[in-house]
């Protein structure tokens, strides 16, 4: 008989080719370094109460597949194991990339990194080369020292001066970038009522050599992501799939590396920082969710009779947790109040492993509340995503983007 010990095995997330066909291709980028998780698969169980000449249960038959969920806690990861030479595209997209695609509803990857910076203050960057319009609303990393050690993270707000050079930011970095220092692009996730083209898959494969389940026509249904300082930031994602296979081989992966980097622990040596209402704070902790309401769309020919799974909202909010400086009505927000420029930069220091979060406007959505902290009065800010629409046209971004570009959207979190 064999054993299937509960810590070997290997989880694998990728993008199918559409939906209704499940991904049995998976290479090294999908692994995904996550803590021990088994799947919890589901059969609807199917039964009805007839009449019996006694008091033994009815008879039962195996319905539906559709609704076996899988939580996934991991580091994450950065996108490149070396300093990029190129702009990410689609190609280049890791796990966290395409689990923040499907919550959020869509990515984009700016044209930037053949680029230099020419001068710089802290709310504006001049780029050397002319820029292209659609890349307003999306982040950049800049150089900020001579030794190419240090950088800074941008979201563009507004493109100005001859050819677009000129790169107005959202939120000011933590000092001006360096002058011929070089420049890079992102893979920029943001908030869309775009809907999934294709399904996801994600794969088990166990210890032994039959255990191989490939869970396929999945959707995520919510995402967080969690940074405390000291700590290396964490996601969290809840998938929910419609159909799954035992593939009754290939399994027992044997020995496998993870390719790209863990981000490091939040601290700022390494380039984290915490903008809360357009200010550098004292956060004890953040935490940034994004919630998916699905529905699914029923269709006699698919499998499990699911052809596919439509997202019907998305909610942003963000909790943060300070050291309270006064116990004041200004200091302990109400529900409702607005705050801008919500940011918070993991890892600014290396290309191709660093996170940036924005939400350009957020409200206050109940009473601020005060706790303890270490022995420390601290306050914690409840915040959601709220409408945001001053992003500046240049000419081809016009107000109210975001179905191709990142302009105007109400949260974004961008791998650099």
Request: proline share 5%; net charge negative.
């Amino acid at each position: 008989m064999a054993i299937h010990p509960s810590n070997l095995g290997r989880i694998s997330v990728a993008k199918q080719s559409a939906w209704g066909t499940k991904q049995t291709s998976f290479p090294a980028a999908s692994f995904a370094e996550v803590e021990v998780t088994m799947p919890q698969l589901q059969r609807e169980a199917l039964m009805t109460e007839a009449f019996r000449g006694q008091f033994h249960s009815h008879r039962i038959k195996a319905g539906s597949r559709e609704g076996t969920t899988v939580s996934l806690r991991m580091p994450m990861h950065g996108w490149s194991a070396s300093t990029p030479t190129a702009d990410p595209s689609a190609s280049d997209q890791n796990v966290e990339s395409i689990l923040l695609e499907y919550a959020m509803g869509a990515v984009h990857f700016p044209d930037i990194m053949a680029r230099t910076v020419s001068s710089a203050t802290t709310s504006q960057i001049t780029v050397s080369d002319t820029m292209l319009n659609p890349d307003v609303g999306s982040a950049f990393m800049a150089q900020s020292n001579s030794g190419g050690t240090e950088h800074v993270i941008g979201f563009i707000k507004s493109m100005t001066g001859a050819d677009n050079k000129e790169l107005n930011l959202a939120t000011a970095t933590s000092s001006a970038a360096y002058a011929t220092g070089a420049v890079y692009g992102s893979m920029t996730h943001y908030i869309s009522s775009s809907q999934p083209a294709q399904g996801l898959s994600l794969e088990y494969l166990g210890a032994d050599s039959t255990s191989r389940i490939i869970l396929f026509d999945g959707c995520v249904s919510s995402l967080k992501i969690t940074a405390s300082p000291r700590q290396q930031p964490m996601l969290e994602a809840e998938l929910h799939f419609a159909d799954f296979e035992f593939m009754e081989s290939g399994g027992n992966p044997g020995m496998y590396d993870f390719p790209l980097p863990q981000l490091p622990a939040a601290v700022g040596n390494n380039g984290t920082r915490m903008v809360l209402g357009g200010s550098v704070i004292d956060s004890i902790s953040a935490e940034f969710t994004v919630t998916c309401e699905y529905a699914a769309i029923g269709n006699h020919s698919s499998s499990e009779g699911v052809s596919k799974y439509i997202i019907t909202n998305r909610t942003t909010q963000a909790s943060v947790q300070i050291p309270a400086s006064a116990i004041t009505d200004a200091a302990i927000y109400a529900p409702g109040t607005a705050l801008s420029q919500v940011q918070l930069d993991l890892n600014a220091h290396v290309p191709g492993s660093a996170v940036s979060i924005l939400i350009p406007r957020a409200l206050i959505e109940s009473q601020s509340t005060l706790g303890d902290s270490e022995g420390i009065v601290a306050v914690t800010h409840n915040m959601i995503a709220a409408y945001y629409d001053d992003d500046a046209s240049d000419g081809s971004v016009s107000s109210g983007s975001g179905s191709t570009t990142a302009a105007d959207t109400v949260a974004r979190v961008a791998l650099l």
